[in-house]
């Protein structure tokens, strides 16, 4: 799979992506940090990847339709903090590599994976 991501999880996870086998790359490599949400979702719809996140406001499917996109995952963890996130995220990440993303929104929290 190809990933992108988004500025506001840990670059750390690029590695983890890396390493099992996926294209990855992220925004700060871009020089978008900073660019609104609809400038971040036209970069990936452009590069055909999966949008890795933690902002809520993406996960808007009246302004940015899932079924346009390789896929949209957006991560809730149960609390703040680069270390709690990190944690979070690498504990979800294989469950990712097995579901079908192209044209999804999964919404990751601790109760489960919700898909829209």
């Known amino acids: 799979m190809r990933f992108k991501l988004d500025e506001n999880l840990p670059v750390e996870l690029l590695d983890d992506l890396r390493v099992a086998g996926h294209e990855a790359d992220g925004i700060h490599d871009e020089g978008l940090i900073g660019a609104p949400d609809n400038v971040v979702l036209d970069l990936v719809r ?16 009246r302004a940015y339709p899932p079924e346009v996109h ?34 999804r929104l999964l919404v ?6 919700r898909l829209r």
């Open 108 to 113: 990751i929290t601790d109760r489960g994976i």
């Open 70 to 103: 390789a896929g949209i995952v957006l991560f809730r963890p149960p609390a703040a903090g680069r270390g709690t996130t990190l944690l979070f995220v690498r504990r979800h990440l294989a469950s990712l590599f097995e579901r079908e993303l192209t044209g």
């Open 46 to 61: 452009r590069e055909n990847r999966v949008l890795l996140t933690l902002d809520k406001g993406i996960a808007d499917v």
